[in-house]
């Protein structure tokens, strides 16, 4: 089995990312990202700051949104309309979760198509699902490229996605489709997963359930892309990140991603090249 290295190539996508930034100020359009934190959830604060570093990394300005808590709804999505008519701003991401007393479906659906960097907007994701262009999904388009640098022809292949969320199993699904695959979309109420997933070509999964892919489930020779991730603090009390796949039972499958390692430094490599794509349009 050959553990693919999300690390490596995000490194690499970022770098093709840093030369087309550079060719974007050269030709008048410094691409800008706008990142709105609403509240002070730690693990949101986190992630906005990784992704602020890394944009800060690759050349492109980004501009940060802080908002208060108890923020209203119209606030936040007087703050959208500001952004969506600034011509120094290309991406806008709005961190989730929000405060309860916002709607972030209502807020998702303000934000510009052409600027909905993570593809949540109902405009990309019917885009996806027609194969018609648009912004994908940040972690779907990180899986994908995972399986494409191990996987040629994707035609005729059995895929498995565990998990039906909109952000991940859903257009994950749709990409695997546009590739021809023949896709099966697996969820918590699904009879049977285990015989489900053997049938396998593919393997995404992205549940957020701890080893629950085990390796008597994954036929040998197939591809297995780990999307999960759940902390877990060990006996001696260190927090270690784990993936929905038992990867130590693994050894029969072709390629397997890591976590932590695999999907993971992919996502925000794939928000970078979102905004540098939506500026270049
Ligand atoms: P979600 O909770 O919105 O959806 C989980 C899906 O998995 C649901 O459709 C549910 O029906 C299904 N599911 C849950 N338990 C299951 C089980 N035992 N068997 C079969 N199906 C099951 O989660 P999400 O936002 O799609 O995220 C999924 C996982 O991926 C989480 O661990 C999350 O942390 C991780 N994630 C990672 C990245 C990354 O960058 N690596 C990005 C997004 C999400």
Not at 56 to 73: D, Q, Y
Not at 87 to 106: C, N, S, T
Request: negative net charge.
């Amino acid at each position: 089995m050959t553990p693919i290295d999300g690390r490596a190539m995000a490194r690499a996508l970022s770098q093709r990312t840093a030369a087309e930034v550079a060719d974007l100020i050269a030709r008048g359009t410094p691409p800008g990202l706008a990142v709105v934190l609403v509240g002070e959830n730690p693990a949101s604060e986190v992630y906005v700051a990784r992704k602020m570093a890394e944009s800060a990394r690759v050349g492109i300005t980004s501009f940060e949104h802080r908002l208060p808590v108890e923020t209203s709804e119209a606030v936040l999505l007087a703050l959208i309309d500001m952004l969506n008519a600034d011509p120094r701003v290309h991406g806008i991401l709005v961190q989730l979760p929000l405060p309860e007393q916002i709607d972030a479906g209502r807020v998702l659906d303000a934000i510009a198509p052409g600027k909905d960097v993570d593809g949540f907007h109902p405009v990309n994701v019917g885009r996806l699902s027609t194969g018609t262009g648009g912004l994908v999904p940040c972690t779907p388009l990180g899986c994908m490229m995972l399986l494409d640098s191990v996987i040629d022809d994707y035609r005729g292949l059995a895929a498995v996605v565990i998990g039906k969320s909109n952000i991940v199993g859903k257009p994950v699904a749709m990409l695997l489709l546009e590739r021809e695959c023949t896709v099966t979309v697996t969820h918590i109420a699904t009879r049977g997963l285990p015989e489900i997933v053997c049938t396998a070509d593919i393997v995404v999964a992205a549940a957020g359930a701890p080893r629950l892919v085990r390796g008597d489930w994954v036929k040998p020779g197939a591809v297995v892309i780990d999307v999960g991730i759940t902390r877990q603090t060990d006996t001696d009390g260190r927090t270690k990140l784990v993936g929905d796949a038992a990867f130590d039972e693994m050894a029969h499958a072709r390629a397997v991603t890591p976590v932590p390692g695999g999907v993971g430094p992919m996502t925000i490599a794939c928000l970078l090249a979102n905004t540098v794509r939506a500026a270049g349009r």
